[in-house]
């Protein structure tokens, strides 16, 4: 399946909830459906922190939403898609994708971690932290899931059978080989193929698509009998640490499933690992100049942001968001018992994060003597004791990009509400239209980040965070085929790409904070944040609050 091929399916978390919650609460779900009793209310009770301070994060890690849409990205992003498809896997910059989702969802992990006062996420993989044991231990709760207990090892061999029942073995060893042949491409430039081919990775747009795919080992790797298998070996052997070789029959662990894998804090881990990998190629490309980061015609009129706020919509506060815990009510789909003449939905609830609804308000001005497509990129960053911009550069998490017209000469107002968000998943059709078939399709694929989870928590006192946008040209900026259509960016297309279409930004992926940012003569001051946006007057930044109400 490809990502112009959606269809519409139900919300896996309806109709497949043995991945979300535990066969006890679904067990009692359905014995207080059969009874009538109303529903059962779900949680999970957290471990005290001075045993596991990952329980903190439960919460997060267990959203429903978030675990659909990681599984749905893979669903629609295969590593086993058919290079023949109707379209080139180099339009949807496949590999590229995969690097940028995943670090993305490191950020917004980690600044979940600062808010409950725990430290960045550090990497676990061959030959970083690989001989030594894995700290974190982790039950999933999940019937038909084995548990990992803490401070394992990983084993030399995992054997596993594929899906024709033949045996296959992954040596941890190769792994630590497929780490050292990525980097040294990397050191050097490129990557080579089977026939002795080059692709370049630092003087092509295409170098991180091609990484990324031969590091994920999808179809698109360049070279899978040189550089292995190492994105979805290392969910193996994290999956199968509790029995390796199956001796002992033990189920899987979570790792070793798409549904289920980033429930587990040794996902965060072993992605920190991978990124890290994607990283050294980012500090080694071509850093961007401040002045190409400049809007401005050749009679030196430029474009201007004068300002952005974030104004929330019913308590109308200016730069102080915020979020809550509520008790969400869940359809679920369960076998019914023998007595039933019928299928029926159990409820369960569970206690998810929502945001107050919220809006941008962003004022630019047009100096220039031409309209203007402008592209819209809002991030979100916290802050911390690092001013330095570099240092701050991963933990920008973005919040939208949006298309906008502005005419010459024009002063205007945007006006960009959260739900319009180009991050965030479409709506899919609830149990009741999917049962008598009156959902209209919206383009819902049932990828793209869950709503509720799009700001972070925050603190009672108010995290601080830095909310920057930048305005570029979208004439020069989108994919030539969108050209004569329309420039609007759907929901989920940051993420997700969009429906029956290449992906439409020919940016890198994270633009501007994809890579280093070079600061020539003129500009030798900007080290900050702010020092950026006094350069770049085609940006602008405030300082927001996200303050969570317990």
């Not at 029926?344 to 100096?367: G, M």
């Not at 010459?408 to 609830?430: A, D």
């Not at 049932?446 to 305005?471: D, H, I, K, Q």
């Not at 890198?508 to 020539?520: A, E, Q, S, V």
């Amino acid at each position: 399946m490809r990502r112009q091929k959606c269809i519409t399916p139900p919300s896996s978390f309806h109709v497949l909830p043995h991945y979300f919650h535990t066969e006890t609460e679904l067990r009692e779900a359905r014995r207080i459906e059969y009874n009538n009793m109303g529903y059962t209310n779900v949680h999970r009770l957290a471990s005290p922190a001075s045993l596991d301070p990952e329980s903190k994060l439960d919460w997060w890690r267990e959203d429903p939403g978030f675990s659909e849409h990681h599984r749905n990205w893979h669903t629609y992003y295969p590593y086993a898609f058919d290079p023949n498809s109707a379209q080139s896997v180099e339009d949807h910059r496949q590999g590229e994708l995969f690097a940028y989702m995943h670090q993305q969802m490191l950020a917004r992990y980690n600044c979940e971690r600062l808010a409950v006062g725990l430290a960045h996420v550090e990497p676990y993989g061959p030959g970083v932290g690989w001989d030594g044991p894995l700290p974190e231990g982790f039950n999933v709760g999940l019937n038909g899931f084995s548990f990992r207990a803490s401070s394992m090892t990983i084993p030399a061999r995992t054997m596993l059978q594929t899906r024709d029942c033949s045996p296959r073995i992954v040596y941890s060893g190769d792994l630590v080989t497929d780490r050292e042949r990525l980097l040294i491409s990397i050191a050097r430039g490129y990557l080579e193929g089977p026939d002795g081919e080059r692709f370049e990775l630092t003087k092509n747009k295409l170098g991180m698509h091609w990484l990324g795919s031969t590091v994920e080992a999808s179809n698109a790797s360049v070279n899978k009998s040189l550089y292995g298998n190492l994105h979805n070996n290392g969910h193996i052997v994290i999956g199968l640490i509790s029995d390796p070789d199956g001796r002992y029959n033990i189920n899987y662990g979570p790792m070793a499933n798409e549904y289920t894998a980033a429930r587990d804090p040794a996902f965060f881990r072993w992605h920190k690992f991978i990124d890290n990998i994607f990283e050294a190629l980012r500090v080694k490309q071509d850093p961007l100049d401040i002045e190409d980061l400049k809007l401005k015609d050749d009679e030196d009129k430029e474009i201007k942001i004068n300002y952005i706020k974030a104004i929330t919509d019913k308590a109308s506060t200016v730069n102080t968001l915020l979020t809550k815990m509520v008790k969400k009510t869940i359809k679920v789909y369960l076998a019914p018992y023998p007595q039933q003449k019928e299928k029926r939905w159990s409820k369960v609830t569970r206690n998810v994060l929502e945001h107050q609804p919220f809006h941008y308000e962003i004022s630019v001005t047009n100096e220039t003597t031409k309209d203007m497509d402008l592209v819209f990129r809002v991030f979100l960053a916290p802050v911390t004791s690092v001013k330095e911009l570099e240092g701050r550069r991963n933990d920008f998490i973005e919040m939208d990009r949006f298309v906008e017209k502005i005419k010459s000469k024009q002063e205007k107002t945007i006006i960009r509400n959260s739900s319009e968000s180009s991050v965030i998943m479409i709506p899919g059709p609830t149990p009741k239209e999917f049962e008598d078939g009156s959902y209209k399709d919206k383009g819902y694929c049932g990828c793209g980040w869950p709503e509720n989870l799009l700001l972070p928590r925050g603190t009672p006192s108010g995290m601080r965070a830095s909310l920057y946008v930048l305005a570029t040209d979208w004439s020069k900026d989108k994919h030539k085929e969108l050209d004569g259509k329309d420039p609007k960016l759907n929901r989920s297309v940051a993420y997700c790409g969009k429906k029956n279409s290449v992906y439409p930004d020919e940016r890198p992926m994270g633009f501007p904070f994809d890579r280093p940012l070079h600061f020539n003569s003129k500009a030798s001051h900007i080290n900050t944040l702010d020092d950026m946006v006094k350069e770049v007057h085609n940006s602008a930044q405030a300082d927001v609050a996200i303050q969570y109400k317990e």
